[in-house]
């Protein structure tokens, strides 16, 4: 039984995904009751989703936030399932896991790009006031990528709401941000639209 999971969880590192989900369904089906279910559950459903199969994902991470409500992992869980929902295009069950990550579990490592998700969800809405205090909380509570995305989606927001001389601001401050190429280039094309 523990060889088998740590079999499918061994193939999972090495980014052999058919094989460790074929593994972690052979280990699921013939262990029903097992221990590490719990994990299993939960790595299969991820496996699904980098696979490409958001919506057999999607169904595995209801089955692991119904049957296990305590788990200490439910917060990741809720975050990959509203990445997934996401990446679908289902904006509204996205926003309602995101939320539940953000407002259950104050000390999440979910939490800010919980927080961050909303709030990009938000502007690309349209809704440029309701997304502006989730990417300053953003701002406020992070450092790194996060920090430097929140920063650029900030000036978006406020280029496409017409505040251009306040977006030229939130561009310019990449410029002091460990902002990788990509983010420096949009913010220079942005600053240069405003």
């Known amino acids: 039984e523990k060889a088998s999971f740590r079999l499918a969880a061994a193939l999972a590192s090495l980014g052999r995904e058919p094989e460790a989900l074929k593994a972690m369904s052979d280990f699921r089906s013939r262990f029903a009751g097992s221990e590490p279910g719990e994990q299993a559950l939960s790595l299969e459903a991820s496996l699904l989703d980098r696979s490409g199969r958001g919506r057999e994902a999607r169904e595995l991470y209801g089955q692991f936030l119904a049957r296990y409500p305590f788990s200490a992992w439910k917060d990741e869980v809720l975050f990959q399932r509203a990445s997934s929902f996401l990446a679908a295009g289902d904006t509204a069950s996205a926003l309602k896991d995101f939320?539940?990550?953000?407002?259950?579990?104050?000390?999440?490592?979910?939490?800010?790009?919980?927080?961050?998700?909303?709030?990009?969800?938000?502007?690309?809405?349209?809704?440029?006031?309701?997304?502006?205090?989730?990417?300053?909380?953003?701002?406020?509570?992070?450092?790194?990528?996060?920090?430097?995305?929140?920063?650029?989606?900030?000036?978006?927001?406020?280029?496409?709401?017409?505040?251009?001389?306040?977006?030229?601001?939130?561009?310019?401050?990449?410029?002091?941000?460990?902002?990788?190429?990509?983010?420096?280039?949009?913010?220079?094309?942005?600053?240069?639209?405003?």
């Open 99 to 194: 939320f539940a990550v953000a407002e259950a579990k104050p000390d999440s490592a979910y939490r800010a790009e919980s927080r961050y998700n909303i709030g990009y969800i938000y502007s690309q809405r349209g809704e440029f006031a309701r997304a502006m205090p989730f990417f300053a909380e953003v701002l406020a509570a992070s450092r790194g990528e996060l920090s430097v995305k929140a920063t650029l989606a900030s000036g978006v927001c406020l280029f496409n709401a017409g505040d251009y001389a306040q977006a030229l601001s939130w561009f310019q401050r990449l410029v002091e941000l460990p902002a990788g190429p990509a983010e420096q280039a949009q913010g220079w094309y942005y600053g240069g639209r405003a």
